[in-house]
């Protein structure tokens, strides 16, 4: 400990955390694992999803953007908490059209691996089948909708050589859903297309015409449960 | 014949200017074609995306052609109560074209539109930027006909509202409806002398006594005033800014409306007093583009201010300088909360940012920026003229001063009053004539329904606050069809960012949706109290955080209406209609299943 430190506790457990540390990167400094899905390392936390919600002295808050206080008695891995987060995964799953069998990203999927980590059977939600289009008139990339959860990461991460913005959001509300500004993705590299797909927590954004090069029961999380790594300290 | 080539290169290469681009080009062209996103990408150094992400985010700017004249009919409940549907159906008639749709010679367009702040005097419409207020089936008729023969819509005003609305610059059919005028905002006042006086103060002073004065925010929040300003003062910063919240969304509020047109001075007066505690040299009104016919009625009132040395250069003779802007919204309710505001102020989508940092902190151009209520800042004005200790004696200890509320629905006494806080909501029901009531909702969609059994609560922060709507529901009313129209108000406005919001209250509506159908269980009405509440828990911001209150406060006044609908002891009760799906299914197989009695009985 070093004199800057913060003190604070999740569910009764001390923890320490670095000035300026968001809630959900001094969990994960301390071994505690609160699940994430719109955000990612290294980009701007935007809060979207609402899956790190936590608790602070009966307060709601996302743990991916809210920074830790001296003190603060996080409150993470409690039923009610738990079930909120289940509750959001399977609004996702129903929002939008999922059908994991068919999909590249099938055990390399955030979403599915949550809802895996969450025991998701079936959504306590009706299914709301969204008629949503996919775009493949990019040369390299090709952006299903059906499977897109609106996280925003493409839309901070992905930027042309002279910093405008390959992605965006149209329309809002329900209707919210992603563009690919067909110019700018022309112009992507193999290797900046490779790099979009892998910051896609889903399979939203694929790279064409490669596929299924790792087969299906050898991917990430068939391995090991999403957020295993962070519990057990080796990062994510 | 406008060009883009005209229009595009008169703004800044800037992003900033992103949303007045965007305003010149539908204004000119109804609507932003392929080519004029290309151009204006290219001119902000913007990618198309982006441009076409702030085109789609507003109700009034849109990619496809609306018409060469374009009616917004407002969808607000008490529109609906007023006859809307009467007069959509003459506008639809007599347009040749559905709500939604552009007429095939393409000279009228119908759009249904949030409540645009004319609850009073529904049905309203906004026509081509011209506010038509009372409308009836033979008058929508009349107008499109005008439109048709070419008679624009802003000559087919008439007969004028009154006060300012009479003006040369505002002409407007918009009437102010001020029932009761109170001490703090229609007291006699004398024009500059809040400026003058506070310019005598220290800053400090200034904060001090909008901090005695115990002044809360108006805009529904309530926060104190005099600690916001004090915040934003004490950050280190060469530049900080003053904005008015002047978005007015709240379906039922329209009180703003009538400051802003009667009152527009003492605003002012009030903006440039908060300019000068915290250290700020500009202010901003963020005036909702519903009242865009308005601003050049504003305009004029802020020239007359310079002339007199109330704002520009050493301000009554001090060495302060203060000005003002006016910055127009695009027509969506959640540029009404503050972060959303200043994005949208900033010229992008209008989403909410997250907090900390707060707008005190990181606000307009990420420097130091209070942000309050057209009213709120009006009401600082006078306490500085006043004093702390007159605005405290009004109210209640805890709700200090009056409160304008804005009063509609099925009373007959519909307008603004401006009263003492701790008024019992049947104390107003006699005011404005509303007896019989079957219920009122306090605070618009994102308030409380109050059922009669409540009508002794009091209009204060501590029980019903309230940003100042109050709609009254007659006894015939039927509360499923108001909480209906709400949570599609909630559905249609929500910014989509986060997921509880935007999927939550989808779902949360076609639960309702499913019990008011008869096809409920204990179990979906369970559901609807869980899931509100999770969503309220969850939500990234004020809108989600306040939007299943339609749904879970009719639960808490008036269980009996949902314990009626619902189908008790049945365990499930399938939401789809099980025979006629599969009809259908049968039907594209071109199949007859086999045993021809009712299949689930
Ligand atoms: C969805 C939403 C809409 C809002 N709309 C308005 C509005 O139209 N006018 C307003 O003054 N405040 C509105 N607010 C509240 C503002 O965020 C903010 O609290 C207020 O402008 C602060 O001013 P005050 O302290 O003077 O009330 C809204 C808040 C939310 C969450
Ligand atoms: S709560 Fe609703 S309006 Fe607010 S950020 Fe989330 S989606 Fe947008």
Known sequence: MTETDIRFTIDGQACLA?????????????????????????????????ICTVRVAGRYMAACTQPVTEGMAVENAVPDLEDMRKALIEMLFVEGNHFCPSCEKSGNCELQALAYRYQVMVPRFPYLW?????????????????????????????????GRKVFAMVERGAHLTVEVDRKLAARLSEEEAREAMDLCPVGAILRKETGFAVPIGKRKYDHAPIGSAVEKGTGR | MAQLKDIVPKHPKDPAALLDVVRD?????????????????????????????????????????????????????TSRMKGRTAVARAFEEEAGCRFGEVSADGAIGLFPTSCIGMNDQEPSAIVDGVVFTSLTPDRARAIVRGLRSGTPAREQVGPLGDGANQSDLVRAMVVNNIRERGPVLFGAHERGAAVRKAVAMAPDQVIEEIKK?????????????????????????????????????????????????????????????AGYAIGAERGILYLRSEYAYLRDHLESVLAGFRQDGLLGRHIAGKDFDFDIVIKSGAGAYICGEESALLESAEGKRGEPRDRPPFPVQKGYLDEPTTVNNVETLAAAARIIVEGAAWFKAMGTPQSAGTKLLSVSGDCERPGVYEVAYGLTVADLLEKAGGAGAKAVQVGGPSGTCVPPAGFGRRICFSDLATGGSIIVFGPDR????????????????????????????????????????????????????TWGQMIKCTSRCGLGQTSPNPILTTLKGFPELYEARIRKGEAFVPAIDLEAAIRVGCAAANRQPECKESLYD
């Not at chain 1, 300026?20 to 899905?37: D, H, R």
């Not at chain 1, 775009?135 to 930027?159: F, S, W, Y």
């Not at chain 2, 530049?239 to 002047?246: L, T």
């Not at chain 2, 108001?482 to 989509?496: P, Q, R, T, Y």
């Open chain 2, 213 to 273: 004065a115990g002044l809360l925010g108006r805009g529904g929040a309530g926060f104190p005033t005099g600690l916001k300003w004090e915040f934003c003062r004490r950050e280190k910063s060469p530049r900080r800014f003053v904005v008015c919240n002047g978005d007015e969304g709240e379906p039922g509020t329209f009180k703003d409306r009538v400051i802003l047109t009667e009152l527009a001075p003492l605003l002012f007066e009030g903006m440039t007093v």
């Open chain 2, 25 to 77: 080009v539908q204004a000119a062209f109804g609507h932003v074609s392929e080519a004029a996103i290309g151009r204006i990408a290219e001119h902000l150094g913007l990618s198309e995306a982006e441009v076409r992400g702030a085109v789609t985010f507003y109700h009034f700017f849109s990619l496809a052609p609306r018409g060469a004249s374009t009616v917004y009919l407002n969808d607000s409940i």
């Open chain 2, 478 to 529: 039927d509360i499923f069809e108001i909480v209906e129209n709400f949570m599609d108000f909630f559905v249609e406005e929500s910014c989509g960012w986060c997921v509880p919001c935007r999927a939550g209250n989808v779902l949360l509506k076609k639960t309702f949706e499913k019990i008011v159908k008869g096809k409920g269980t204990e179990a979906d009405l369970r559901d609807l109290e």
């Open chain 1, 130 to 162: 969204p008629v949503r289009t996919v775009d493949a008139g990019t040369p390299l990339i090709m952006l299903d909708r059906n499977r897109c959860i609106q996280c925003l990461r493409c839309v901070r991460g992905v930027r042309a050589k002279d």
């Open chain 1, 18 to 50: 670095k000035p300026g540390q968001t809630i959900y990167e001094a969990a994960k400094a301390n071994g505690v694992y609160i699940p994430v899905l719109c955000h990612f390392d290294g980009l701007k936390p935007v809060g979207s999803c609402r």
